[in-house]
């Protein structure tokens, strides 16, 4: 069984494809073979040492896919052979097969294929910043970081769907048309963090009421600078760096600032299979719409972090075994 394994810290020449022993479920675990895996800056964080660096080497990428069921442990009874399934945070999907705790597990639609349910469950973080996290309300306006990314399209349509303006800030004039097709009624182009004057005149000189920013410490000071009064700083961007010690008596103006976490929305496996079935029916109703920005063989994964980190992509890319 071939997988993509990191033998030591670095860039993506670290990436190796290596052939590993078939695994076996265990009790309460199923063995899938993945149709498709996500890649993820989540991903780049562990490659380049920034995250889970408790693990030993050679470490399967990957948390991320969608597949189908070749196999139950011990104790499954509510799977079955041949079910299609995605998950959502299973370590080391970039590989053909997988065991997956069977709590982890989704069941697919059928109307759902296979590379969008893989993309698809990047959805369930966009649901937690714009549902639990910061429950967005009607004519809230909200900026959002890295908008024609594949968590940025899928957030900007959530926040849409509940009612509010979104503000997307992108790296390139290029994939300004990318956010405005998923709902963006304001994109900003910027790569060196100079965009909360322009934020700030975009939302009728009083700053945004939330900030969505997964981009690292180049655009923490901005996003501070950005939100209104009262607002709400949503942060996600610990694999690209964070800002440092922050005083937090220095927050201005009664701004709340918070990390947030994917899995507090998802806490159980009653909630990821609710969560999940809402983003599914979406998609299915014509909602919201996936945008897979690039597949590549799995072993070419080593690209597919090359093209990811020189922001030359959108949408959501997938490995594909």
Same mark, same amino acid.
């Given at each position: 069984?071939?997988?993509?394994?990191?033998?030591?810290?670095?860039?993506?020449?670290?990436?190796?494809?290596?052939?590993?022993?078939?695994?076996?479920?265990?009790?309460?675990?199923?063995?899938?073979? /993945?149709? @498709?895996? $996500?890649?993820?800056?989540? *991903? #780049?964080?562990?490659?380049?040492?920034? &995250? +889970?660096?408790?693990? %030993?080497?050679?470490?399967?990428?990957?948390?991320?896919?969608?597949?189908? /069921?070749? @196999?139950? $442990?011990?104790?499954?009874? *509510? #799977?079955?052979?041949?079910?299609?399934? &995605? +998950?959502?945070?299973? %370590?080391?999907?970039?590989?053909?097969?997988?065991?997956?705790?069977?709590?982890?597990?989704?069941?697919?639609?059928?109307?759902? *294929?296979?590379?969008?349910?893989?993309?698809?469950?990047?959805?369930?973080?966009?649901?937690?910043?714009?549902?639990?996290?910061?429950?967005?309300?009607?004519?809230?306006?909200?900026?959002?970081?890295?908008?024609?990314?594949?968590?940025?399209?899928?957030?900007?349509?959530?926040?849409?769907?509940?009612?509010?303006?979104?503000?997307?800030?992108?790296?390139?004039?290029?994939?300004?048309?990318?956010?405005?097709?998923?709902?963006?009624?304001?994109?900003?182009?910027?790569?060196?963090?100079?965009?909360?004057?322009?934020?700030?005149?975009?939302?009728?000189?009083?700053?945004?009421?939330?900030?969505?920013?997964?981009?690292?410490?180049?655009?923490?000071?901005?996003?501070?600078?950005?939100?209104?009064?009262?607002?709400?700083?949503?942060?996600?961007?610990?694999?690209?760096?964070?800002?440092?010690?922050?005083?937090?008596?220095?927050?201005?103006?009664?701004?709340?600032?918070?990390?947030?976490?994917?899995?507090?929305?998802?806490?159980?496996?009653?909630?990821?299979?609710?969560?999940?079935?809402?983003?599914?029916?979406?998609?299915?109703?014509?909602?919201?719409?996936?945008?897979?920005?690039?597949?590549?063989?799995?072993?070419?994964?080593?690209?597919?972090?090359?093209?990811?980190?020189?922001?030359?992509?959108?949408?959501?890319?997938?490995?594909?075994?």
């Amino acid at each position: 069984m071939k997988s993509i394994v990191m033998t030591a810290l670095g860039g993506p020449e670290v990436l190796s494809v290596q052939e590993q022993p078939e695994p076996i479920p265990a009790a309460g675990q199923v063995l899938v073979e /993945v149709a @498709a895996a $996500g890649v993820n800056f989540m *991903d #780049i964080g562990v490659r380049r040492g920034m &995250a +889970w660096t408790d693990q %030993p080497f050679p470490r399967t990428l990957g948390v991320e896919g969608a597949g189908r /069921v070749l @196999a139950v $442990g011990p104790g499954v009874d *509510d #799977i079955v052979l041949g079910q299609r399934v &995605a +998950w959502v945070y299973a %370590p080391g999907s970039y590989a053909e097969r997988l065991v997956v705790d069977a709590n982890a597990l989704v069941s697919v639609p059928d109307a759902i *294929d296979d590379c969008t349910a893989a993309a698809m469950m990047q959805g369930i973080t966009a649901s937690h910043f714009a549902t639990d996290f910061h429950p967005v309300q009607p004519g809230e306006i909200a900026l959002v970081h890295a908008a024609a990314g594949g968590l940025g399209l899928l957030l900007t349509q959530i926040i849409k769907l509940r009612g509010g303006r979104v503000i997307g800030r992108v790296s390139h004039a290029d994939k300004v048309a990318i956010a405005r097709e998923a709902g963006a009624d304001h994109v900003i182009v910027d790569r060196d963090g100079s965009f909360a004057e322009e934020a700030i005149r975009l939302s009728d000189g009083e700053g945004v009421h939330v900030v969505y920013d997964g981009s690292g410490p180049t655009t923490f000071q901005g996003s501070l600078d950005a939100l209104r009064r009262c607002g709400t700083f949503c942060w996600y961007g610990p694999v690209l760096g964070g800002p440092g010690k922050l005083d937090i008596m220095s927050l201005p103006r009664s701004i709340k600032l918070g990390y947030a976490v994917f899995s507090d929305h998802v806490h159980t496996p009653q909630l990821l299979r609710a969560r999940t079935a809402r983003l599914f029916d979406w998609i299915i109703t014509g909602q919201l719409k996936v945008r897979i920005g690039g597949t590549y063989p799995l072993v070419q994964a080593a690209q597919a972090h090359a093209d990811m980190e020189g922001r030359a992509t959108t949408g959501k890319l997938l490995l594909l075994p």
